[in-house]
């Protein structure tokens, strides 16, 4: 061979080593969920600012809020769990479903001691907590309400009660079945302090930018005063002593002062007076006041500044996630009106939502309607606190936050429309991989 031969030769061989590698490197390269932030908590405490008064307020109310209750203060006929605190628990007390399934407690016999139930397939001991809806009743109507998993028979201090749990294994094969899980509290004092003129605004901002992208979206109402309405998976509920209340009866069975009766009004299954739980004196307050004092004192969750993967990194995820259009629905900040309680007035909550409701596409389609809410509209999930999650969208589908992301994309079927995330989900997609890993640093911060 002649000199350029081995020339030839030489440099095929040196591509072949390093220039192929270098490419097959940078292809290999795929951004991915840096998984549940570690380190401090940076939520469960109080807001700062509280008055003295507000404070034992906040410290009476989280007290009450973690406290187990027992069937002869009205748990039950039919339940979830015993306290608020156990389903909003991670990554501190207000927060949400834990990595270990505290539901499995219920029917331990050394422990919560509800026997005559059986944990159902969909709930699994690292899988999150999640609430049942059965779509439609036996004869297609609609039914669309919370069946709750377990019932008190069987325990020793409900003798007598003989009510049997409901089929949920017949229900999944019926595919009658949706799931939700809880959602966390940190910081909704300030999000019950959003004026409606706020969000209103916010919500017809950016509007060539929104319907270019195929954003629109609309706010949830109450049906009575006409009111928005914004708590819950589909901006159900109003406020948070209404969300409490109802809580209180739909997921623990202990009828209050909002929910009078009992879900199930089984005679021989009433343990304790009704309503369960009413005001004790004109110096005290029922416990629904103590849940709700204690969530609108709940500080915000603490973004970290640097995990993971640097400030830097989380900088320019922040950036991206604005110039992908993430922020058209998922917007950072909201600002607080003027408020009687001066910890929550004018403030900025950086909820990373606009608590309006969107077409979400089949995909993520439920088909349970809730004031406005059509079966394929949820609210844009305030993303603060999403770096401290285990799991994500409302039925805890995925532990991965790449998998959350590209679930908001759906064509259209028969029932329902696009999801109106697609054109950004898309924009997504054509991020360069280490853009798309500053993204996810950038939510994994927060
Ligand atoms: C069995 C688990 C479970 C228990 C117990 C429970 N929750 Fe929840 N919580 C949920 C689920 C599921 C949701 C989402 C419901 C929805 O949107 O339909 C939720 C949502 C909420 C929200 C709405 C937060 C938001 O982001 O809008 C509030 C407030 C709340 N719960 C308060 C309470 C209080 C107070 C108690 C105790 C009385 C309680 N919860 C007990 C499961 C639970
Ligand atoms: C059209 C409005 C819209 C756009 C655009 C949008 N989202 Fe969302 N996002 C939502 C809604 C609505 C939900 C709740 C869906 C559900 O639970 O079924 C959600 C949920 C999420 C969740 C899960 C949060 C939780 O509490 O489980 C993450 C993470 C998220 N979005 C990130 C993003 C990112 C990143 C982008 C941009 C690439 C984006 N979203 C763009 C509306 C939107």
Redesign the pocket.
């Known amino acids: 061979m002649n000199k350029t031969g081995w020339k030839l030769v030489l440099t095929v061989l040196l591509v072949a080593l390093f220039g192929v590698s270098g490419a097959i490197q940078a292809d290999l390269f795929r951004a991915r969920d840096p998984g549940v932030r570690g380190g401090p908590a940076g939520a469960g405490g109080p807001i700062p600012g509280l008055s003295a008064n507000e404070s034992v307020m906040f410290t009476a109310g989280l007290a009450e809020?973690a406290e187990e209750d027992a069937v002869d203060e009205g748990i039950g006929p039919r339940f979830?769990?015993?306290?608020?605190a156990?389903?909003?628990e991670q990554p501190a007390v207000g927060g949400t479903s834990p990595a270990v399934n505290p539901?499995f407690r219920v029917n331990d016999p050394a422990d919560l001691g509800f026997t005559g139930n059986v944990i159902p397939s969909f709930i699994t001991r690292n899988g999150p907590?999640?609430?049942e809806r059965f779509q439609f009743n036996h004869d297609r109507s609609r039914d669309g309400g919370?069946h709750a998993l377990f019932v008190i028979t069987g325990h020793p201090d409900a003798a007598g009660c003989n009510i049997r749990q409901e089929d949920f294994e017949r229900q999944v094969r019926n595919r009658n079945i949706v799931f939700?899980?809880?959602?966390?509290?940190f910081g909704?004092g300030l999000?019950e302090q959003i004026s409606e003129s706020a969000i209103l605004a916010n919500l017809s901002a950016s509007s060539s930018s929104k319907s270019a992208l195929g954003i629109s979206g609309r706010v949830n109402r109450n049906g009575n005063d006409g009111t928005i309405t914004?708590?819950?998976?589909?901006a159900?509920?109003k406020s948070?002593l209404l969300?409490?209340g109802e809580?209180?009866n739909v997921?623990?069975g202990?009828t209050n002062e909002l929910f009078q009766q009992e879900r199930d009004e089984t005679p021989s299954c009433q343990c304790a007076g009704l309503p369960n739980d009413v005001t004790p004196s004109v110096n005290q307050i029922p416990?629904?006041v103590g849940?709700?004092n204690f969530?609108r004192f709940l500080a915000p969750p603490t973004p970290s500044l640097n995990t993971p993967g640097g400030s830097a990194s989380i900088g320019r995820g922040r950036q991206q996630f604005a110039n992908t259009g993430c922020t058209l629905c998922h917007t950072p900040t909201l600002t607080t009106a003027t408020t009687t309680v001066a910890a929550l007035s004018n403030k900025a909550a950086n909820l990373f939502s606009d608590l309006a409701l969107h077409q979400m596409g089949p995909g993520l389609a439920d088909d349970i309607l809730?004031g406005a809410a059509r079966g394929d509209e949820f609210?844009t999930a305030?993303l603060w606190g999403v770096g401290q999650r285990i799991f994500f969208l409302?039925d805890g589908r995925t532990d991965d936050l790449l998998e959350a992301i590209q679930a908001h994309r759906s064509s259209g079927n028969l029932r329902f429309g696009p999801s109106e995330a697609n054109a950004v989900i898309d924009r997504f997609n054509r991020l360069d991989e280490r853009d798309k890993q500053d993204l996810l640093n950038f939510l994994r911060s927060l």
């Open positions: 809020f979830n769990f015993v306290s608020c156990g389903c909003h539901l907590i999640r609430e919370v939700r899980i809880p959602s966390p509290t909704t999000i914004r708590f819950g998976w589909k159900q509920n948070l969300f409490s809580a209180y997921e623990m202990i416990a629904i849940f709700a969530q809730q609210r305030p409302h």
